[in-house]
C-alpha cells in the first residue's frame, strides 16, 4: 500500500506537475528492485564473512536467509547500503532518460522512448541468467527484521512483528514521501514544474532553462520510484521482472488519474482506491471459489484489469480531473493570507 | 550458407504480415493523428475470429479474411464511438488519448481473455490446414504464405488506388493533410473517420487472422506484437505508407535473416529478437524522428513547388 503511494507520487511529480509522461515507471520501480536484490545476496554473504558463492542457487537462498534470521548487523547494513544504492542508481537513469526526454520531436515519443526502454529492461533481465537469475528471478531476500525471532525479547520475537514493524517502516517512508513532494510542490520549483508543464515556451522565454527542470523533475521521480522498488523487495523477497511489466505501470497510472492529476493527496486516495479494489477482486476470487465449485478463477483475476481500465476509461471521459481537482499551493505566505482574510 | 534462402523466405513472409498488421495504424496517426495502442487488439479480434469461422468453415480462406476483416472493423469503429470521439471533441492532450487507448485496449484483451477462458480456448490452433504448394530451393511454399503475399500486396495496392482515384480516398487526403480545410470545403469529417476506423481495424483483423494458422492463438496475441508495429510506423516516419512498406521489409528482415545471421555467426541466442524493434524504435526517435518514408502531405508538396519555382 505504502509503496503504490510512493509510486503514485512520484508519477504525479512527473506528470502531474512536471508534464513528463512517464509509461516507464516500471523500469525506475524494476531497476531499484533489482540493484537491491544483487547487491543484497551479495553484501549479505561479503558481512557475514561467506565464501561467495552463486547467488542464484537454492543453497545459497537458505544461506541468505539464515544470515537474515541470525546475523542483525549484517541484515541492517546490507538493507541501508542497498537502499542507498538503488536509490542512486535510480537517480542515475532517470537522468539518462530524461535524455531523450528533451530531444523527441512529438509529444507522445516520449511516452513511447520510456515504455521501450522498460520493455527492454524486462527482456534483458529475464533472459540473461548472468544478471538476475532469469525467469525465476532472486529470490530469499528477507525482511530486514526477520532476526528479531530469535531475540529473546517477548514481544518482538513473535512471528507477526517483524513484518508489522516493515510495514511500518514502508509508512514511514511513504509520509517521508508525501511531506517531499508536497514541499517541492509548494515551494518555487513546483510553481516552476507548472510554468514548464503549462507552456514550456513562454517559460523558457522567461529565462528558465526548461531541460534542465524535466531533468531534474524525471531524476527526483525516478529516485522515488527506485526507492518504492528497494521497499517492495525486501516486502515480497524476491525480484523477478514479471512484476515489473507494463501493465503494472499503466495501474500506478490509473492511481494517479483516479486520485487527481497534480494533487499528491488525490495520488495518495488513488492508490488506496486501487489497492482495495485489487484485494476485494482477491477476496472475491476466493469467495466465488468456495461457493460455486469449478468456477474458473482466473475470470475474478481478469475482471480486476478489466475494472481497472473501465474505470480509466470512464475516468478519462467523464472526470478527466479525477477525484480531487489539482490543490492550491500551500505556503506559509498563503497560510498567513489566508488567516488574515478570516480575521477581517 | 544453408540455412539463407529458407531464412529470406521467412522475412518475406513475416514482411508480407508486418504489412498488413501495420498498415492501418499508418492510417490512424495520418488521418486523425491518434496513436492507437489498442490497435494491437485489432489483431487479437481477427485471430479469434479467424478461430472461431475456421471451426464451422475449415479451411475457407476467403471467408475467414472477409470474416475477420469484419469483426475487427465493427469492433474499431465500436471503440472509436465510445472512446476517442468524446475525448478529441474536448480537444484532450496526446498524452490523455494515448492513456486512453491503453485503457481501451487492455479492456478488449481482458475481455478476450475472459471470454477465451469461459469457452476454453485461451491458446488455440484454428483448423485451417498449411500445405506446401510449390518447393523453392528445398524450400516449401506453404499455401498461407502464398495468401499472406497476395493480400498485403494487393490490399498495398488497392489502398494506394483507393487513395488516388476515389473520392473517400480523396477526402481521406484531404483530411489527413488539413483537417479545417477540408471541413470547410465540405468534407463531412465524421463519416471520412469512420472510414478510416473501417479499413484500419479491418486491415489489422485481416493481418491477425493471416498470422493464426502459424501462432498460437491467445488473447495476448496482438498486445506482444504491439511495439513491433509501431517499430514499424515509426521507421517509416508515422504517416507514410511508402515507409510502413519499407519498415515492414527492414523488420522482416531484421528479425529473421539478421538475427540468423548474428545466431549462426556471432552466437547471439534467438530470445533477444525481441530487442531488434525495441532498438530500433529508439534509434530512429532518437536519430531521425521523422522515419524514412515520404508523406502524402500536401503541405510538403507545396513547399517545394515553391521553392522550385
Known amino acids: 500500500m505504502g509503496i503504490y503511494i510512493i509510486l503514485t507520487l512520484s508519477l504525479n511529480l512527473e506528470y502531474g506537475y512536471g508534464g513528463q509522461p512517464n509509461f516507464g515507471q516500471a523500469l525506475f520501480y524494476g531497476m531499484g528492485a533489482f540493484m537491491t536484490a544483487i547487491l543484497t545476496s551479495n553484501l549479505l554473504f561479503v558481512f557475514a564473512h561467506y565464501p561467495s558463492a552463486n547467488i542464484c542457487t537454492i543453497t545459497s537462498l537458505v544461506q541468505r536467509e539464515s544470515i537474515a534470521a541470525s546475523n542483525p548487523v549484517a541484515t541492517l547494513l546490507a538493507w541501508v547500503i542497498s537502499g542507498l544504492v538503488s536509490v542512486l542508481v535510480g537517480a542515475l537513469i532517470g537522468f539518462a532518460a530524461s535524455y531523450p526526454a528533451l530531444r523527441v520531436r512529438e509529444e507522445w515519443y516520449l511516452a513511447m522512448v520510456l515504455l521501450v526502454a522498460a520493455q527492454i529492461f524486462t527482456i534483458i533481465f529475464s533472459y540473461d541468467a548472468s544478471l538476475g537469475c532469469g525467469f525465476d528471478g532472486i529470490a530469499g531476500i528477507s525482511n530486514p527484521f526477520a532476526w528479531l525471532t530469535s531475540t529473546s525479547i517477548p514481544i518482538l520475537n513473535s512471528s507477526y512483528a517483524f513484518p508489522s514493524i516493515y510495514a511500518g517502516v514502508i509508512a514511514l517512508f511513504a509520509y517521508l514521501c508525501y511531506t517531499l513532494t508536497e514541499r517541492l510542490t509548494s515551494s518555487p520549483f513546483g510553481r516552476l514544474l507548472k510554468a514548464v508543464r503549462d507552456d514550456w515556451l513562454a517559460a523558457s522565454t522567461l529565462g528558465k532553462n526548461v531541460n534542465a527542470i524535466r531533468a531534474q523533475v524525471m531524476v527526483i521521480g525516478s529516485a522515488m520510484a527506485s526507492l518504492a522498488g528497494w521497499l517492495y523487495v525486501y516486502y515480497i523477497g524476491v525480484a523477478n521482472t514479471a512484476d515489473y511489466t507494463s501493465s503494472f505501470t499503466f495501474s500506478i497510472w490509473v492511481m494517479m488519474i483516479l486520485g487527481g492529476y497534480a494533487n499528491n493527496r488525490g495520488a495518495i486516495i488513488g492508490a488506496l482506491v486501487l489497492t482495495l479494489i485489487n484485494e476485494l477482486t482477491l477476496v472475491g476470487s476466493t469467495l466465488i471459489q468456495a461457493y460455486i465449485p469449478g468456477f474458473n478463477p482466473s475470470v475474478v483475476n481478469y475482471s480486476k484489469y478489466l475494472l481497472e481500465s473501465l474505470l480509466l476509461l470512464i475516468l478519462l471521459i467523464y472526470r478527466p480531473k479525477g477525484l480531487l481537482k489539482e490543490s492550491r499551493i500551500r505556503t506559509p505566505a498563503y497560510t498567513v493570507f489566508k488567516d488574515g482574510g478570516e480575521e477581517q | ?309
Open chain 2, 1 to 309: 550458407m544453408g540455412w539463407l534462402p529458407g531464412s529470406i523466405l521467412r522475412s518475406i513472409f513475416e514482411s508480407g504480415i508486418f504489412l498488413m498488421i501495420s498498415i492501418g495504424l499508418t492510417l490512424t496517426l495520418s488521418v486523425i493523428k491518434l496513436p492507437n495502442f489498442a490497435h494491437a487488439e485489432f489483431l487479437t479480434i481477427g485471430a479469434y475470429t479467424s478461430l472461431v469461422i475456421s471451426q464451422v468453415l475449415p479451411n475457407n480462406l476467403v471467408v475467414i479474411i472477409l470474416a475477420s476483416f469484419l469483426a475487427a472493423a465493427i469492433l474499431a469503429l465500436a471503440v472509436h464511438n465510445t472512446v476517442f470521439k468524446p475525448l478529441i471533441n474536448r480537444k484532450s492532450s496526446a498524452y490523455i488519448l494515448v492513456l486512453a487507448s491503453f485503457a481501451a485496449a487492455q479492456f478488449i484483451r481482458y475481455s478476450v481473455f475472459v471470454a477465451g477462458s469461459l469457452g476454453g480456448v485461451l491458446s488455440a490452433h484454428p483448423r485451417i490446414t498449411v500445405t506446401p504448394i510449390v518447393y523453392i530451393a528445398g524450400q516449401a511454399i506453404t499455401n498461407i504464405y502464398l495468401a499472406t503475399l497476395i493480400v498485403a500486396l494487393s490490399s498495398t495496392i488497392l489502398l494506394s488506388l483507393f487513395f488516388k482515384y476515389t473520392l473517400i480516398g480523396k477526402c481521406m487526403r484531404a483530411v489527413s493533410s488539413n483537417t479545417t480545410l477540408a471541413q470547410l470545403s465540405g468534407i463531412k469529417i465524421e463519416n471520412i473517420v469512420s472510414a478510416m476506423w473501417i479499413l484500419a481495424g479491418g486491415l489489422g483483423g485481416v493481418g491477425g487472422a493471416l498470422l493464426s494458422p502459424y501462432v498460437t492463438v491467445t488473447p495476448a496475441l496482438g498486445f506482444n506484437l504491439l511495439l513491433e508495429i509501431f517499430a514499424v510506423v515509426i521507421f517509416g516516419g508515422l504517416t507514410s505508407f511508402v515507409g510502413t512498406i519499407i519498415g515492414s521489409l527492414i523488420m522482416g528482415f531484421a528479425e529473421n535473416t539478421f538475427m540468423d545471421f548474428l545466431n549462426i555467426y556471432f552466437g547471439v541466442p534467438y530470445t533477444y529478437t525481441q530487442l531488434i524493434p525495441f532498438s530500433l524504435i529508439i534509434i530512429v526517435l532518437l536519430v531521425k524522428p521523422t522515419g524514412f518514408g515520404v508523406s502524402y502531405s500536401a503541405n510538403k508538396a507545396l513547399r517545394r513547388f515553391l521553392k522550385e519555382n
